[in-house]
């Protein structure tokens, strides 16, 4: 059987004409973008043009956009930023953030250097706004709200809009990690309120080991990483120029068929949460399926039995590639705590299922069948 990839969540594969645009710059076109000589000129040149396309397309200024290592590092020095420079003492976050956020205001809280508040989330997934609204309102010091735009193991998005307007009413700081949904859904920074959002190619079709940090251009911070004066003094080392020429030209490709693309990953997403209601009538589903949730993912739970236990390993033998929760948890599985947070039956296996546009429905087919064999 052929390898069946549904964990496109965790990442995608490279798109050929991706690739085409990042050779020239694995190969002649080599210069250090900071050199002054001709060759230099030339690839700073490619990173400016990429800056312009990806700020032209998220309706952004070009100098509002930062080129990183990917959605880790950028998370990492928006939230450290937020601490440090704009004089936050007090974060907001949930249960359910990703790890790059979870993990940063915790080593914040360790050191004594914040005050951390967890909202509420609602039973389906969703993050209480009335509860934040409610934390806003009962401190005098200045915050920090960080929240995922979509989630990575159970797809739940987040009203960025409101969650930036609440922000705004109580002098707040938000920072959205946008990961799951750069590439994936129309964004117009311009009129969106919010102070940093983040991006990863590597979810859309593009290269590995590169991101994008949005910072409001009424920001001012102080850069994370030092050394040469890279991205503007924001930035230190040397350029990942043919991943950041990758990440404008996967953005690009994105955008031109999100219409085309959503439509079609979306029928893949019903079509598996029907197909698994027919045939194994015990299956449950994490978050708010088809309300206001990624068209890319499902979360499915499968009752706990002595063959469902080794659910993951079973679907690898069978040559399919799913996660149990979110795949940037290397090592032993400790169980996923976005599931934790909002399903607390331990009766349950829980299977991340995500979709791109080269999955079909017949892989769909063959990924039921063995489910049904194992469970």
């Given at each position: 059987?052929?390898?069946?990839?549904?964990?496109?969540?965790?990442?995608t594969?490279?798109?050929?004409?991706?690739?085409?645009?990042?050779?020239?710059?694995?190969?002649?076109?080599?210069?250090?973008?900071?050199?002054?000589?001709?060759?230099g000129?030339?690839t700073?040149?490619?990173?400016?043009?990429?800056?312009?396309?990806?700020?032209?397309?998220?309706?952004?200024?070009?100098?509002?956009?930062?080129?990183?290592?990917?959605?880790t590092?950028?998370?990492?020095?928006?939230?450290?930023?937020?601490?440090?420079d704009?004089?936050?003492?007090?974060?907001?976050?949930?249960?359910?953030?990703?790890?790059?956020?979870?993990?940063?205001?915790?080593?914040?809280?360790?050191?004594?250097?914040v005050?951390?508040?967890?909202?509420?989330?609602?039973?389906?997934?969703?993050?209480?706004?009335?509860?934040?609204?409610?934390?806003?309102?009962?401190?005098?010091?200045?915050?920090?709200?960080?929240?995922?735009?979509?989630?990575?193991e159970?797809?739940?998005?987040?009203?960025?809009?409101?969650?930036?307007?609440?922000?705004?009413?109580?002098?707040?700081?938000?920072?959205?990690?946008?990961?799951?949904?750069?590439?994936?859904?129309?964004?117009?920074?311009r009129?969106?309120?919010?102070?940093?959002?983040?991006?990863?190619?590597?979810?859309?079709?593009?290269?590995?080991?590169?991101?994008?940090?949005?910072?409001?251009?009424?920001?001012?911070?102080?850069?994370y990483?030092?050394?040469?004066?890279?991205e503007?003094?924001?930035?230190?080392?040397?350029?990942?120029?043919?991943?950041i020429?990758?990440?404008?030209?996967?953005?690009?490709?994105?955008?031109?068929?999100?219409?085309e693309?959503?439509?079609?990953?979306?029928?893949?997403k019903?079509?598996?949460?029907?197909?698994?209601?027919?045939?194994?009538?015990?299956?449950?589903?994490?978050?708010?399926?088809?309300?206001?949730?990624?068209?890319?993912?499902?979360?499915?739970?499968?009752?706990?039995?002595?063959?469902s236990?080794?659910?993951?390993?079973?679907?690898d033998?069978?040559?399919?590639?799913?996660s149990?929760?979110?795949?940037?948890?290397?090592?032993?599985?400790?169980?996923?705590?976005?599931?934790?947070?909002?399903?607390i039956?331990?009766?349950?296996?829980?299977?991340?299922?995500?979709?791109?546009?080269?999955?079909?429905?017949e892989?769909?087919?063959?990924?039921?069948?063995?489910?049904q064999?194992?469970?």
């Open positions: 059987m052929k390898r069946i990839y549904f964990d496109n969540a965790a990442t594969s490279l798109d050929p004409l991706v690739l085409d645009a990042m050779m020239p710059y694995l190969t002649e076109k080599f210069g250090n973008p900071s050199s002054i000589y001709s060759y000129r030339e700073k040149m490619a990173i400016e043009q990429a800056r312009k396309s990806v700020a032209k397309i998220l309706n952004a200024h070009p100098a509002e956009m930062f080129f990183t290592s990917g959605g590092e950028s998370s990492n020095t928006a939230i450290n930023a937020a601490v440090r704009l004089g936050c003492n007090h974060i907001i976050t949930s249960a359910i953030e990703h790890h790059a956020t979870l993990h940063s205001v915790e080593n914040l809280d360790n050191q004594n250097l005050k951390v508040s967890y909202v509420k989330v609602l039973p389906n997934g969703h993050i209480d706004l009335e509860d934040l609204e409610k934390l806003l309102a009962s401190t005098e010091d200045k915050t920090l709200v960080t929240l995922l735009h979509a989630n990575n159970i797809g739940n998005i987040l009203d960025i809009h409101a969650v930036g307007n609440l922000c705004k009413l109580y002098n707040a700081i938000f920072h959205c990690d946008t990961v799951q949904t750069v590439g994936h859904f129309p964004f117009d920074l009129n969106t309120p919010v102070h940093f959002i983040t991006g990863a190619a590597h979810k859309f079709h593009g290269p590995k080991g590169v991101g994008i940090l949005y910072i409001n251009e009424n920001v001012r911070i102080k850069p990483i030092l050394g040469g004066g890279q503007r003094n924001m930035r230190a080392g040397t350029e990942n120029l043919y991943g020429v990758g990440f404008a030209k996967a953005l690009e490709k994105a955008t031109e068929a999100f219409e693309d959503s439509a079609y990953i979306g029928s893949l019903m079509y598996m949460h029907d197909a698994l209601k027919k045939h194994i009538p015990s299956v449950g589903f994490n978050g708010d399926v088809f309300g206001k949730s990624l068209y890319t993912l499902l979360s499915v739970s499968f009752p706990k039995s002595e063959k236990e080794m659910l993951l390993f079973n679907l033998i069978h040559n399919i590639c799913a149990g929760g979110s795949a940037c948890t290397s090592g032993a599985d400790q169980g996923s705590h976005v599931i934790r947070a909002i399903n039956n331990p009766n349950q296996i829980t299977v991340r299922f995500s979709f791109c546009k080269h999955n079909t429905t892989e769909i087919d063959a990924v039921v069948a063995v489910l064999e194992i469970i």
